[in-house]
């Protein structure tokens, strides 16, 4: 069996105090569909010596249906599946909860967790305001309560429990925001199901399907990494064409409007200004709909916001993070039809990946690999984590002589310094030729005069295999991030 709780170090920490703490405790969990969230949940507290009451609320069901199953669950865990009368509204069912907290043993620790809270708040259902009360009047006075709420809408969980001025506001206890795993603990949860991939087929997979544990679960053993994307998204009927519209669905209200709006992005693969984006969406979305919107698909880790350096007045720039979702763009969605009605002609993925497409795609992906592993590219160039990490961009003015830049990533330390750095795919140590140098001195060239800064200016490579060293990279280059840094755990 896998490790459930691998890259889960600082979650497992959480809970154990959680669990071992001599106050009532209000834990608040949230992140993206597929994450683990119910799984680390679940298997922490069930090896546990406490009660564990665990309900899920169900999809589109009706407020009878999750009360139904609210009481079911507290049938099971506190009555031995003896039958018990549904009542009519959520105050009744939370009291009947709260006399049965009450008769159990004093010392044994009470787990209340709902999973999927957003789906058990029907409209009228009130659930969320009784929820307060029971937690005010009574369970926040009780030691032996700690209780966890859930939800991969991530929005959702922020704006109605996290940042909820009402009864339930500063309630919360801790927080947990599950994140995808990067690319050592992938590596790691794949070795616990004896695959074995080299770094270049890891990072194959890793730019397809992310750190996702649920997506990494469905890969077999002994196929390579070509066989398992050919499997997972070029058969027929493959499992990461249906996701993508299970995912969003189970998200967000409204759909239809998020992929819009990430599809623009992932057209705009060096991030495109909050004003051009919404200028591009239906009027409905052109104000604060549409930043509502954005600001859900940033809490649940499909997009980052960012404001260029040096320039913050001009606004917010955005960019695709997901793996999965800037592949489905561009890959998958292209070829539905085909894929709901047949598989891919045998070869014609392999004949797809010597495309000058797929190399600009593999560029992007390897981009938003890196804007995930900040921490392993600071630690290989001795940048201190005071540094601010950001991006730059230079566009000039309609009909003028003077040449834009963009660069990936930089670092403005305290030190007097700006590291500045390039981010290459490349299955081969990268080659910084005469006309690759000459364009290297006129990104910082224009930097300097752009952004007028007097610091120390140095430029480093991030890429796969490393860089070939020759006279342009010994004149230029200042350091040097690879693969096998990146897979560091930190």
Known sequence: MVNKFIGRDEEILILEQLTNSRKPEFLVLYGRRRIGKTLLIRHFFEKKNVLFFNVTGAKDGTLEEQIKHFTKQIAHIFYNDAPLENKENWDDTLEMLTNVINKAPKNKRIILFFDELPWMVTRNSRL????????????????????????????????????NKGGLHNRVTRTMHLRPFNLYYTKQYLLEQGIRFNDSQLLQIYMVVGGIPYYLSRINKGLSANQII?????????????????????LFEEQGHYIDILRIISQHHSGISQENLLSQLNKSLQGQGGIDK?????????????????????????????????FYFNWIEPIRQTLQERSLEKGNWQEMQNTPSWN??????????????????????????????NSWRYVPIRKSQELGTQIDLLFDRRDDSITLCEIKYSKEPYVINKTYAKNLINKKDIFIKRTRTKKQIFITMITVCGIKENLYSDDIITGVVTLDDLLKKE
């Open 128 to 163: 969320l305001q009784n929820l307060d009360y029971y937690w005010n009047q009574y369970w926040s006075n009780d030691e032996r309560i700690k209780l966890i709420v859930c939800g991969s809408s991530a929005s959702w969980i922020i704006n109605k429990i996290i940042n």
């Open 294 to 326: 954005l600001n859900d698909l940033e809490a649940a880790d499909f997009i980052i916001s960012f404001k260029s350096h040096f320039h913050k007045r001009r606004g917010k720039f955005y960019k695709i993070i997901d793996e999965y979702t800037l």
């Open 360 to 389: 600009n795609w593999l560029g992007y992906a390897f981009e938003s690999v890196c804007y995930k592993h900040i921490s392993q590219i600071r630690k290989k160039l001795s940048i201190s984590p005071t540094a601010v990490a």
């Open 230 to 250: 050919e499997n997972l998204a070029f058969s027929q009927d493959c499992f990461l064409l249906k996701e993508f519209d299970n995912l969003f669905s189970a």
